[in-house]
């Protein structure tokens, strides 16, 4: 490689290097943020979940549309991505675990909702019937529009478009661990919620107590089972999926905090490297020209 | 000593209250109640108003309530808003 080739080189990556400092640090900033925002919302999650296993056992519980199994093999997809890639392995592997969910099914029965650029271009590309996509929502989501798509689902669901819902999003455990993860929202299941409830759980810290499971055997429930259910189970799938959007916010800005890191520290050495290259080939044209002056002079000389 | 009993008071993405207490008074769809400790278990929607809890040291605290939900069982109750 010529001098001037390694020069320009070397500083193409020293501007590389610039922008993913940057985004390094604007990551960093919004990790914070949202860790926080998945942290204190896992207190709520877990409140109302347990709320709601506790309910699962009553018998109103059992009759409840959105809590009745049927036999079919429709599925409803709620797939959570970020809009915007860098972020490693991040969306690849919600996005593997989703096509995992569809398994054999034909595309005929799957309907999906995405949410995130990411999840909407996957299964547009693969000609998927997406029924609602939501793109560019920011991080400051608030559980009044988590309500509004828990209603579309609700209502998908209840007028047999499909005969259960699967969420996948990323879970997120630490800032170097983030874990695609598949739940089944509906039908509302006992199981299926312990499942989300075990998940908020961390290994240790002030959340990591054993939420209290077991229903009382009798409960009394005012006015009527119907109406408190009718209130409490739509607000109880708007909960779970804002738990899973904090959970996926928090893991986006972690994981690609994590990646830009990573980048900015290969560039670094990939300029090292390349000075090294540098002062090579420059002393070798150094030592080049002053032996050709001194063979030069000397066969003048002679 | 009154008895006490575990409540817990959560808005999405705040707890406002989280500990022991001797009474807490709400507004359910179907009027005011009281629950104190050993309350039998329920559960019920609440309507926009006052909740009104007091801790073991006498001390009373007030919180403005939209809409939530009240759920008692084996001696803890949470209400979420």
Known sequence: ?302 | MAKTFHLTIARVGENLFDGEAVSVTLPGEEGTFTVMANHEAFVTPLKAGEAHVETEDGKKQSFTIEKGIAEVSSNQATVLL
Do not use: C
């Open chain 1, 1 to 302: 490689m010529a001098l001037k080739d390694i020069k320009l080189k070397i500083q193409a990556t020293k501007r590389m290097n610039k922008v993913t400092r940057a985004m390094e640090a604007v990551s960093a900033v919004k990790m914070r943020k949202t860790q926080n925002a998945a942290f204190e919302g896992r207190a709520y999650a877990r409140a109302a979940l347990a709320v709601l296993t506790r309910l699962s056992g009553t018998e109103d519980m059992k009759r409840h549309p959105l809590a009745t199994a049927r036999p079919g093999n429709k599925i409803g997809l709620i797939v959570m991505t970020s809009d915007k890639g860098l972020a490693g392995g991040l969306n690849s592997g919600v996005l593997k675990k989703a096509v995992q969910a569809i398994g054999s099914r034909t595309k005929e029965e799957v309907v999906v909702y995405a949410y995130g650029r990411k999840a909407q271009e996957f299964f547009h590309n693969r000609g998927f019937d997406i029924r609602s996509s939501y793109i560019n929502k920011g991080d400051n989501v608030d559980l009044e529009a988590m309500e509004l798509i828990a209603r579309e689902v609700s209502e998908a669901f209840l007028a047999g478009d499909f005969d259960s819902v699967v969420a996948i999003y990323s879970d997120f455990r630490s800032t170097f661990e983030q874990v695609a993860t598949a739940h089944t929202l509906l039908p509302l299941s006992i199981d299926a919620v312990a499942e989300i409830v075990a998940g908020i759980r961390p290994a240790k810290g002030k959340w990591s107590d054993e939420p209290i499971l077991e229903a009382p055997t009798a409960y009394e429930v005012e006015p009527s089972g119907d109406e408190v259910l009718g209130i409490l189970v739509p607000r109880l799938v708007a909960v779970s999926l804002y738990h899973m959007l904090l959970e996926s916010k928090a893991s986006e800005h972690s994981a690609r905090m994590v990646a830009m890191k990573n980048a900015s520290d290969k560039s670094k050495e990939v300029v090292h490297d390349l000075t090294r290259k540098f002062n090579k080939v420059r002393q070798a044209a150094i030592t080049r020209e002053v032996s050709e002056i001194v063979s030069g002079s000397t066969a003048l000389s002679a």
